[in-house]
């Protein structure tokens, strides 16, 4: 097997990974700010582990600093919405983050956005609009409302990435891990859950979020941006097949037909940026200060929740 045959290997085992985590969270009964500091915690370990080998440990700049504010944010976020709403709707919320790194890279990257983009924006809007189309209970309400911030968080995730320069990427993860395990300690309390759902805990922090992470840096090393945003689009199509199969929950019928127009649109907008480039990127202003780009054009493909 040669080293891109790995590579492509290494991102459906991670997309497939990424995917279990809504049937996974629902399975545990617990408070999610728990869940997600115990996963963390899990997940800081196998990723110490599996990096210690490269990972050269440095002092954390103000970049890596924000970045694991927002890991922090988008892992609690995650868990918050999983509960209060579907998988479905959870992950392809979070999905549209590419939507919100167009609008906000103006502001923070004063990178233009270009005609191109706001048409994708303005459709994936739309789709968005669908979620709530449905008929809601207040908990599923809020579960919508917290998945789509977390989009943006996860969005502030991947523009915080920007400013990181020679410096291995697990570390601002596992920083970030570690900052959500004692921000959740508070909520270690009872009723706990039983074994099963401690079961669960473990394969959540190992697999899910640690594995995971570790296949998909080994990954970014032989895949091109095009491979790797069609392979990692298999999470959002796969974690509400896992959750029917496994515990029985759809979505609605808007949030269905929301979910084909979010999906489709990022997934069509992010080939288009990668095979046709931005001809605003060009314009952008002196970054010398800041350093230089990532070799990986499309910031949101350099982590995930």
Excluded at 3 to 8: A, E, F, G, I, S
Excluded at 67 to 82: M, P
Excluded at 147 to 153: D, P, S
Excluded at 206 to 220: E, P, R
Aim: aromatic letters at 12%; glycine letters at 8%.
């Amino acid at each position: 097997m040669n080293v891109r045959t790995k590579c492509l290997f290494y991102l459906v085992a991670t997309a497939t990974l990424w995917s279990i985590s809504g049937v996974l969270i629902k399975s545990i009964d617990w408070n999610p700010l728990a869940i997600a500091s115990g996963r963390s915690f899990i997940a800081a370990i196998t990723i110490s582990i599996l990096a210690r080998k490269t990972m050269v440990w440095s002092r954390p700049g103000r970049a890596q600093v924000v970045g694991a504010v927002f890991f922090t944010l988008v892992s609690v976020g995650f868990c918050i919405a999983t509960k209060l709403t579907t998988a479905a709707n959870a992950v392809l919320l979070q999905y549209t983050a590419p939507v919100w790194v167009a609008i906000l890279a103006p502001l923070v990257l004063r990178e233009r956005t270009c005609g191109r983009d706001w048409v994708f924006i303005v459709i994936a809007f739309s789709g968005m609009v669908m979620f709530f189309m449905d008929s809601l209970s207040a908990e599923g309400f809020w579960g919508l409302v917290i998945a789509m911030i977390n989009g943006v968080f996860f969005a502030g995730l991947a523009i915080s990435l920007r400013y990181v320069k020679g410096v291995p990427p697990f570390q601002s993860i596992i920083y970030g891990n570690l900052l959500t395990a004692a921000l959740g300690l508070f909520f270690w309390r009872p009723p706990w859950p039983d074994m099963t759902g401690f079961f669960f805990l473990l394969i959540i922090g190992v697999f899910q979020l640690g594995i995971s992470f570790y296949l998909f840096a080994l990954a970014t090393e032989g895949a091109s941006s095009l491979e790797m945003v069609l392979i990692t689009a298999l999470e959002p199509i796969l974690n509400p097949i896992w959750v029917f199969i496994f515990i029985g929950e759809r979505p609605g019928h808007w949030s269905l037909v929301g979910g084909v127009v979010v999906l489709t649109t990022v997934t069509a907008w992010s080939v288009l940026k990668t095979l046709r480039p931005s001809p605003a990127l060009d314009h952008s202003p002196d970054r010398s200060q800041i350093g230089p780009r990532p070799a990986n054009p499309d910031p949101i493909m350099a982590k995930k929740e």
